[in-house]
């Protein structure tokens, strides 16, 4: 079944550390984001992708890191310089085409916290 | 720079009765998407309804319509028949449709509660 996998689905991380989330798609679609969550905050986004080795940053990338070496995916890493980490991170994917679907489709998400 | 706003942190409606969630955005597109996404306690993010910007008709999907008017950026899901399964956080989102700029932004949420 086509879809988007993120891995693991729960980490933990000491201050200090780097910690890199998984996100992996099969559904060929060109374009992928990254959000957090947080209770109140509704989903921010983090960095987003529109083709493969290009990224833009979105509203709240500092302290985080992306890469898009394949198409099917945009790892994110969440680096010490990043004050408060503890959230909920989702990852989508949507396609390009105006003629396509055009909704996004997401994730389970990983729940993130620092120990 | 786009802006989703959803003013309504929370809302309840009694099971079988109507509930309308309200959305507004700022833009200075003239085509762009629309979107109200579900996230029930699983937290997975399941799309509701979604409105082109250049379409009058206003989408249906079953139990869920949505009001949309262009003029005043506004973007209100209506929910008939409310069902304890609609208990969620619904989030309205927006996108442009130009190629190149697939800048996805979300509001805050709106968290429903139906009541029994």
């Known amino acids: 079944d086509g879809g988007i996998t993120q891995s693991p689905k729960y980490l933990f991380r000491k201050e200090g550390q780097n910690v890199t989330l998984s996100c992996e798609q099969n559904l060929n679609h060109d374009a992928m984001y990254w959000y957090r969550q947080d209770p109140g905050q509704g989903l921010r986004l983090i960095y987003y992708?529109?083709?493969?080795?290009?990224?833009q940053k979105g509203d709240i990338a500092e302290g985080y890191s992306v890469s898009r070496e394949k198409k099917e995916s945009f790892p994110l890493t969440v680096t010490s310089a990043q004050k408060n980490p503890t959230a909920f991170y989702l990852c989508a994917s949507s396609p390009r085409d105006r003629k396509a679907n055009t909704e996004a489709f997401f994730g389970q998400g990983t729940r993130l916290t620092v120990v | 720079a786009q802006t989703v706003t959803q003013s309504q942190p929370e809302m309840s409606v009694q099971e079988a009765e109507t509930v309308t969630l309200s959305c507004t955005y700022d833009t200075s597109e003239s085509d762009y998407y629309l979107f109200w996404y579900k996230q029930p306690p699983s937290r997975q993010m399941i799309l509701v309804i979604r409105q082109e910007a250049y379409k009058q008709q206003n989408a249906t999907e079953n139990r869920f319509s949505v009001n949309f008017q262009k003029a005043a950026k506004s973007f209100s899901l209506k929910i008939s028949d409310s069902q304890l399964g609609d208990a969620a956080m619904y989030f309205c989102?927006?996108?442009?449709?130009?190629?190149?700029?697939?800048?996805?932004?979300f509001g805050t949420g709106t968290r429903l509660t139906i009541i029994p």
């Open positions: 989102a927006y996108r442009r449709t130009n190629f190149g700029n697939e800048k996805l932004t």
């Open positions: 992708s529109q083709i493969v080795n290009d990224f």
